[in-house]
Structures are given as C-alpha cells and as structure tokens.
C-alpha cells in the first residue's frame, strides 16, 4: 500500500511521522520503503542518507524524469538504497532519496502525463514492500501531485493550530477535487495525525476537539504525537528514536508503532 503524506502547510511534522512510522514499521518486523519527494531532503539525511557531489547516486528525481510514457515502468529501483541505521531497521526499510535537484521536476508539470511519472518509475518497484511512504513537501504543487497520482492513500499530518488544520483541510479537499484528474479516482485521504501536541496548551487541545466534527471521527487516528526533545534529537543524529533509550524515547516509539497498527489496517480494507 502506497501512503503519500502530506499539509499544505509547512513544519506540521510530516517528516517525523514519515520516519517515526518507517522505524515502527522495522520494530514490527515489516518492509517500508520511503520516498523522499522533497527537494529539502529531510527525510534522506534523517535516515542518515546525504545525496551530494560525494555520494552521487540515482535519485527520486532521476527515476521521475527517466518515467515519461513509452518508457518502461520500474525507473525508481534503480534509486533504493538502504538507510544508515542499525539493524533490525536497516534490513527492513529502504530509501529513495532526495537532493534540492528535485526542484527541477516541477518545471514538466505542463508537460502532458507528467503527473502519472512517480507513478510508473514505482510500477513493480515496491510489490515486496507491506507499506511505501511518500514524504511530500509542503506543498499542493506538482511534487505533492506525483504522490497523489502514485498513492492508495493520503495521510494528513497536522499540528493542532488554525493554520496548519487548515492546511490539511486543504490537502483533503485537494485529494476530493484532483484525484480524478490526477488519473487516480480511488483516491482518498485515509488518516489525520495529530503531531507536536502540547499537553499544556488550551489552544491545541481547542483544536484537537474540534478534528472530529471536521474530518469525520474515523479519520482522526489516535495516539497523539505529544512534542518531545527526543525527537528533534533523534531528527538530528539521524537515528531512530527508540535507539536514544531513556523513558520519553520508549514511549515515543511506542506511539508510533500504535500509529503504525492503525495504517496498517488501510492495507487490509
Ligand atoms: N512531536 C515532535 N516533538 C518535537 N519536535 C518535533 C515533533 N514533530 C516534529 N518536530 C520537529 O519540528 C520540526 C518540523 O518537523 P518536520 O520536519 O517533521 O515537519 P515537516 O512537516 O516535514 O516540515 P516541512 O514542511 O518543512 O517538510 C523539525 O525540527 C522536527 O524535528
Ligand atoms: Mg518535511
């Protein structure tokens, strides 16, 4: 099953929640891929993956430029790589990553079929993986298309304020508006989660009582993901979070695998 992730608004976590579930995923003895489709590479170098003049390797960018139709479906396995984390999650997951190039993709958007590319340089790709993750940018332009042209599913990934609700609102009406003309009628937002929460903040608690009547109660997955130092620590040692030991990183990892359940029943519908 195919996951794009995604807000139209920027910072609201959608790259720890791609990570943060890529680890669950690996905790959990399955096979993710993910998919960086931001050109900021967040996702690559938290896996411990830098794509520079020192590790020139085959990209996402490389794989959808090389994906136009009459080309063979299956561009992207040339760009897997594995992430540089210990083991269990190493053998588990694979990465394909992203470098700021990939902002040249987004000048074919006018090129007829361009938006099915992702699409087909995945074709085949990922069938031995339980779940591929798409991390997109913050954005409903033409990278974010590829991934819901590609995608099962969208997940929002949001931070209970105004903006950044909105933002997924966005995503979602986005999702219900395009996914026809992005030649995926199935399309459909599956999820909300509900990161950088809180505890004592009236006004995200304002905001996470107000998701249900908004996306509908079945949207809204619980656990929350409460803000906690231990994930920009992990974010920045580009390590998974349950390695860094101590109370707050057990207990993060254990709300992303509770997460992690929950997309996994997606793939059984
Ligand atoms: N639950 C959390 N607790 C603490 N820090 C967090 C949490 N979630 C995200 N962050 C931090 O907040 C910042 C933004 O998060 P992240 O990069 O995941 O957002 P994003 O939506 O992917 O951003 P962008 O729109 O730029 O891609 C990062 O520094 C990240 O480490
Ligand atoms: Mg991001």
């Not at 085959?58 to 959808?64: G, N, Y």
């Not at 906690?228 to 620590?233: F, M, N, Q, S, T």
Request: contains cysteine; proline residues 6%.
């Amino acid at each position: 099953m195919r996951v794009a992730i995604g807000n139209h608004k920027g910072g609201s976590g959608k790259t720890a929640t791609v990570v943060g579930l890529a680890a669950a995923l690996a905790e959990t003895d399955h096979r993710v891929l993910v998919v960086d489709l931001d050109p900021q590479a967040n996702a690559s170098r938290r896996l411990g993956v830098r794509v520079d003049a020192a590790n020139p390797v085959p990209t996402v960018s490389e794989a959808i430029r090389e994906s136009h139709a009459g080309e063979a479906g299956g561009a992207a396995v040339e760009a897997i790589l594995t992430p540089a984390w210990p083991e269990p999650y190493a053998e588990k997951i694979g990465l394909i990553p992203s470098r700021f190039d990939l902002e040249n993709r987004i000048s074919e958007a006018a090129t007829m079929g361009a938006v099915g590319r992702l699409r087909r340089a995945l074709a085949g790709v990922d069938d031995d993986y339980d779940v591929t993750l798409i991390d997109c940018p913050p954005s409903l332009g033409h990278l974010t298309q590829l991934a819901l042209a590609a995608a099962d599913v969208a997940v929002a990934v949001l931070e209970p304020e105004f903006d950044s609700v909105e933002g997924a609102v966005r995503l979602r009406d986005f999702v219900e508006a395009a996914a026809a003309e992005l030649g995926n009628p199935r399309l459909r937002l599956a999820g909300v989660v509900v990161g950088r929460v809180r505890a004592n903040l009236g006004a995200h608690a304002f905001q996470i009582d107000g998701l249900p009547e908004l996306f509908g109660s079945e949207l809204v997955w619980s656990p929350t993901i409460p803000e906690r130092a231990v994930i920009k620590d992990a974010a920045d040692a580009a390590v998974p979070v349950a390695t860094l030991g101590g109370v707050p990183a057990a207990g993060l990892a254990e709300v992303y695998r509770d997460l992690a359940a929950r997309l996994l029943k997606e793939v059984d519908r």
